[in-house]
């Protein structure tokens, strides 16, 4: 032997001396450093067979044995290490071993077993003090004896229980070294010590279990479901193959349970966690009388804790708490029971609530991380347990102070893993949850932000394939539409949202946190369908709010009423008078259910859902429990402390307007007031929805100013709109309505100024509202809601600026679709020879966005392209083309060359003309156009056209015309100074009508007095109309037909409509054209008038005529269509962009007819054709007769034919057509006044 000793030996010896011992320094025994130091000393030993270094060691564990917190570890080290000193040098050994040592003179044999048994007990100091060195050399001496023992003729019985130890070995390096090739080693070698175990052995469930927890330390790694079910299937046929009186059978029970367990958490099968309660509960049944009971109950504890949390289960958690009391009551100096009784009382505090639930919890949290050491692996679980049973006692509380000592806690649990760390990822994920959970109390914002540090870190540790990546998704979507819904950014919903639905697809079919995942997911949509006006996501949120609603778990109340919140917004989406009145009921319906749970979000959506019913019935009784409900939800916000008491309370006071407006009773004024005043004053984190509680205000101020017939409040509800309007983290809905209160307030003090800008505020964010990623009717239903907007600016702006400006605001605020669509067909050739590839890319985007798709995938490609537009527009611009696509201004000099345009401005705040000539744009006040007469006109008139031809109708339509010649369109004649002609010999001045709101309905073109010669504007003027003095002149765009290849006319003729409506007229309207072009015309007729091939047809034809029906859509007007083989409607024309196109001949009833809420938009088939490009478009306001509609076309076409294919002629041909018919039925404007002209 050496002589040679090292140092570590004299300083592992000077330690354990007695005299040392003597002075008590136990605390020194027990540190880490000298544990390390030991574990030095016995690789010494092993490797150089070193007595001294045996002693050494030796007397060191013997040492920490003897002391208070001595452990059976010390004692099997302490026997491993004198062992081989007993025969020649028993003198060292400590008495007590001397006598076990003789007692079992086996135990210090120089034998293969002894040294096997002697490395196992070794091993478990060495994970302790986490030596690789000591791991290496026990793996050195159990490989030694598995290969003696291999190569005996017959291996004895020991040899499955050595290659199990060396399996366990193997994995403990793995720890230090990291090299998988060690946990497959570990495998194999439990699988081999399986094998080499005969059939019946009393062993064999012993070792198949040792194999089944060897699965079990791999899956922990690898995280593969066939290690965990090979796990589960080993560790179940163990205990099946147990002997029942086997002492041990506790601990094979336990295996199960925990291999059970295991598989739950990574795949959430509920089954798995019901049978490790069983197995738990049978291994604490059976072990009652032997060691280890307290771990054992600790397992059963966290089993039975699970699985009531999954299934709302009380009773297995009070039978988990007392299983929890007796672990820690056998050993009240380990941790872990302590931390399960923590972990415990959380979950009950989750479901009672009560603050000295988590008081306690936090205690004994407290307690087990105090009796953790600080080197214990163990330590950072057991802070994250105290960290989340902190949370507990501050939500309990409402107190910040335990939430700062869980987030210094959670710090700490992460700053102890290395960044490799397996658990590092459960971690980051329990400081992120409370530091959200600060964030929402107290509102700092570096906490929600740092929560998402917390919750990206953890998903970037993440493999594709770990069972965490689902939580890390689904915690940081939540943090993203936090901070999304903090400020108003629909980029940050979409990130949470894309976040939330990979959570969904990352969580197995059937996990316990499946609907959980699928209702954030659904909560998201919604707030994006509420924020950006997606259709596609509320839709999205149904199917998959629907999907998680189909739970049994507790968390079902909670998951159907925000079902019901979409189904609401869905059913609001659904325009029409009724709605969609099935759909309301399933909503109520389902929030009846949701209420149940008391929540206040339920009853603030069932509120919301009696408002709707309300909107439709105007049932007092329907409004009455919308205010119930309305009142319910603050009560249950002020209950439970719920962050949004500021969004419920708003939810209130506009129902309290309602009432009071209803009532007009002046005592409900206070507590309007009240509610509105808190909503706002209320902390919030929301800062997006503090804008709608203060337009909330405003209108409640508003509204008892004008019960009281005073004005106190008007500084005060300017002061909150005007800040609601510039709050850039609003909804823009919410924002263009405090712009419109602002300006309305002002406009009641005389204010035109402030109104002009509050208005032009407003009118700038219309491209907003309805940007050009939606799909057309989401846009259409976001402008039909906000109706009147740029009259109403443009009447603010005409009496504090000029016309001009007047007229630029119109034109930016109305027509918002048709200019985004105008935008797309822009001249193109400049930035073609500038820059070809910005051109092309230019069409492709634009023709990307036209997609009319519905699903969420197709919404995002719109976006991502109407984001990739923007940015090219904006670098075309930077690379010289300053002007591209700048927005529209008129230039009197350009627009008004050929002709006058008159803008018919109808507002309440006053009504104008606005004349557009080359010398400028005048103001032409029309005192008498107010919007309550032009409503009136407009209901006389539908009326009339409805009725038909009965001398009544034809007489009310009659006075409509009046009514328009004196009231709209007789000032703008005075004023331009025309005179009236009775000849139709000299030529007649042009004049372009723009009407604006319910004008468009209305023959302003046949305005006048038609039983007197020369009373109508017919008898001054060639009238066409314009939808904007943008599209006018993109109608006057030069174009040069000449070059586009032979010209040729298109007829598309349907004599029979589906509906069996024969047209005998159209025959002879197919025939005119075919008998004044003979060999231009090409016929689709009938079946063979399919959409697709008159679609094809209308690329290569300069004219086409349309002898056939119309439908007019007033619910959606881009689905109004032309009645062929197929769907001709709105939306499928504008897609089209036609070179050669000059005049579309719409011989169809009502192809100039809109719907009233989006009339400023102008969508009707006269519309789509010249947005398609065609420069003449003639069109019907109302249905027309077969047999005048014939005399009408063949005038006109023999007008105009000699000019082939120019149409340049077609407005004065139609002026003088209908003046010829005028003549005949002058009593009858039903038969003459309905033609109209479109275009230049």
Known sequence: MSTVEPEPVEKLAVLISGERWQDGVE????????????????????????????????????????????????????????????????????????????????????????????????????????????????????????TEFISLETPPDELPDVLLDLAMACEQRYRHEGDAADLDRMIDMALVAVERTPPGASQLPVRMSGAATALSVRYRHSRELSDADGAVALAGRAVELLDPTAPYQAKLHANLAAALIQRYEGFGAAADLRSAVAAAETAVQTGANYAGQSARLTQWCYALRRLAELNDDRNSLEVALDAAVEATGLDKESPEPQIALGSILTSKYAFDKNAETAEVAVDAARRGVELTSPQDPERSRRLSVLCLALRSLSEATRATGPLDEAIRAGRVAVELLPDDH??????????????????????????????????????????SEAPDRAACLDNLGLNLRIQALRTGDPAELDQAIAMAREAVQATPPGHQDSPSRLNNLGVALIEQAELSGGSEYADEAARVLRDAARTDRPERLEYLANLASVLLLITARNAGPAGDMPLLDEAQEVAEAAVVGGSAAAHSVLGAVLLARFERSNAAADLSAALNSARAAVTAARTTGVPELGHYLSNLAGLLVLQLDLDLVEGSADELVAVAREAVDVEQNQIADQARRLVHLAIALRRIDDLRGAQDSRAETIRHCRTAAHQ??????????????????????????????ALRLAVGLLDRLAPRNLKRDDQQRLLADLPGLAVDAAA???????????????????????????????????????????????????TLLESTDGDPQAAARRKSSAMELTDLIERIRRSGLNDFLRPFTVDPATDGADGPIAVFNVSRYGSDALVLTSDGVTRVPLPDATPASVRGQTRLFLAAVEQGTD???????????????????????????????????????????????????????????????GGTLLDYVVPSYTASVRALRHARRKRPLESAGTPRALVVEMQETDDDVILPGVRVDAALLGELLPEQVTRLSEQAATASAILESLTHHHWVHFACHATTDLIDPSRSSMAVVGSLDIAALGRARLDTAELAYLSACSTAQTTPPLADEAIHMASAFQLMGYRHVIAALWPVYDRHAATIATQVYSDIVPAWPQAKDSPVALHAAVRALRRIWSKYPSVWASYIHIGC
């Not at 590092?424 to 109390?441: E, F, T």
């Not at 700092?444 to 919750?455: H, I, N, S």
């Not at 372009?992 to 709101?997: A, N, Y």
Request: negative net charge; proline residues 6%.
């Open 796 to 846: 603010c702006a005409v009496r504090d600026a000029d016309a001009r400006t007047a007229l630029d605001l119109l034109e930016q605020g109305r027509c918002v679709l048709l200019g985004q669509a105008l935008d797309t067909r822009v001249d193109l050739s400049d930035l073609a020879a500038h820059s070809p590839r910005d051109a092309a890319e230019f069409i492709r985007l634009c």
């Open 422 to 463: 397996r658990d590092l990822v459960p971690r980051r994920i329990a400081l992120g949850v409370v530091l959200q959970a600060r964030y929402d109390l107290a509102g700092g914002v570096a906490d929600l932000v740092e929560a998402g540090v917390q919750f990206r870190r953890a998903l970037e540790s993440c493999t």
């Open 951 to 1013: 001398e009544v109708a034809e007489d009310d339509l009659s006075t409509v015309l009046s009514w328009l010649w004196e009231a709209v369109v007789g000032p703008v004649v005075t004023h331009l100074g025309f005179g009236a002609r009775t000849d139709d010999e000299a030529p007649f001045p042009r004049l372009w009508l723009c009407p604006t709101g319910l004008l468009s309905f209305l023959p302003l073109h046949a305005a006048g007095h038609a039983a007197t010669p």
């Open 27 to 146: 605390d020194e025994l027990h540190n880490d450093v000298t544990d390390r130091l030991a574990a030095s000393v016995v690789v010494k030993a092993l490797t150089d067979t070193l007595p001294r270094a045996f002693v050494a060691a030796g007397w060191y564990y013997w040492r920490r044995f003897e002391s208070s917190r001595g452990t059976d570890i010390d004692l099997q080290a302490a026997a491993a290490m004198f062992a081989p000193l007993f025969a020649h040098s028993p003198e060292y050994v400590p008495f007590p071993l001397q006598k076990a040592f003789q007692d079992d003179p086996g135990r210090t044999e120089d034998t293969p077993q002894c040294a096997a048994d002697r490395a196992t007990a070794l091993l478990m100091v060495a994970a302790r003090a986490s030596s690789a060195e000591l791991t290496n050399a026990c793996i050195h001496i159990l490989e030694t004896v598995v």
């Open 728 to 757: 850039l983290s609003a909804p823009v809905p919410v924002r263009i309505r405090a712009a419109a209160e602002w300006a309305h307030a002002a406009v009641s003090a005389g204010d035109w100024a402030t109104a002009h800008t």
